[in-house]
T-cell receptor
Framework: DADVTQTPRNRITKTGKRIMLECSQT?????MYWYRQDPGLGLRLIYY???????NKGEISDGYSVSRQAQAKFSLSLESAIPNQTALYFC?????????????FGEGSRLTVL | AQSVTQPDIHITVSEGASLELRCNYS??????LFWYVQSPGQGLQLLLK??????LVQGIKGFEAEFKRSQSSFNLRKPSVHWSDAAEYFC?????????FGAGTRLTVKP
């Protein structure tokens, strides 16, 4: 089984719908991240969390919210989806204390907003 | 603000040939630099990283990268490419709560 699991892997929805993407990890890491990948733009950071009580905005947080339900779970929500939020979304983790720079990624959640 | 440029969107090489993927960065201090690989349908995996010290860094799968401060570059190399190296490669700079990724270089390997 994957260490970082994202659900759903694929989702098609309509404009205005609320969507939640879920991430769970078995690595025991404190730090969790949500990225968005768009062709030609690479990955951009949406939100990150260093522990359960810590939530921080990333480069492109507008239109998104997150919840850190437990050390192992970090969810990304789109309250009212719009077509330009169509993208591939990645959850990632990193171990504490090191600022190791090594991110462990899930396999991605492809979201299409019609 | 830091940024990363990968000048080549797509590169095709023959199996067994050498490979160099280019990465240029802009960063206000001594950078932390990374190369990640994304195989089709998969998440990203760290190939190698540079924090300090020896400017030639060895990574997994036979890859290496060289940090050149004077050129603001961190190019990825492999002496002999295998068909399984076909993937997208991302250069990144910064620390994990402010990491900037390049747009990626897609590598195709010809038989």
């Amino acid at each position: 089984d994957a260490d970082v699991t994202q659900t759903p892997r694929n989702r098609i929805t309509k404009t205005g719908k609320r969507i939640m993407l879920e991430c769970s990890q078995t690595k025991g890491h404190d730090r969790m991240y949500w990225y968005r990948q768009d062709p030609g733009l690479g990955l951009r950071l949406i939100y990150y969390s260093f522990d359960v009580k810590d939530i921080n905005k990333g480069e492109i947080s507008d239109g998104y919210s997150v919840s850190r339900q437990a050390q192992a779970k970090f969810s990304l929500s789109l309250e009212s989806a719009i077509p330009n939020q169509t993208a591939l979304y990645f959850c990632a983790t990193e171990g504490r204390g090191g600022d190791t720079g090594e991110l462990f990624f899930g396999e991605g959640s492809r979201l299409t907003v019609l | 603000a830091q940024s990363v440029t990968q000048p080549d969107i797509h590169i095709t090489v023959s199996e067994g040939a050498s490979l160099e993927l280019r990465c240029n960065y802009s960063y206000g201090a001594t950078p932390y630099l990374f190369w990640y690989v994304q195989s089709p349908g998969q998440g990203l995996q760290l190939l190698l990283k540079y924090f300090s010290g020896d400017t030639l860094v060895q990574g997994i799968k036979g890859f290496e990268a060289e940090f050149k401060r004077s050129q603001s570059s961190f190019n990825l190399r492999k002496p002999s490419v295998h068909w399984s190296d076909a993937a997208e490669y991302f250069c990144a700079v910064g620390v994990t709560d402010d990491m900037r990724f390049g747009a990626g270089t897609r590598l195709t390997v010809k038989p």
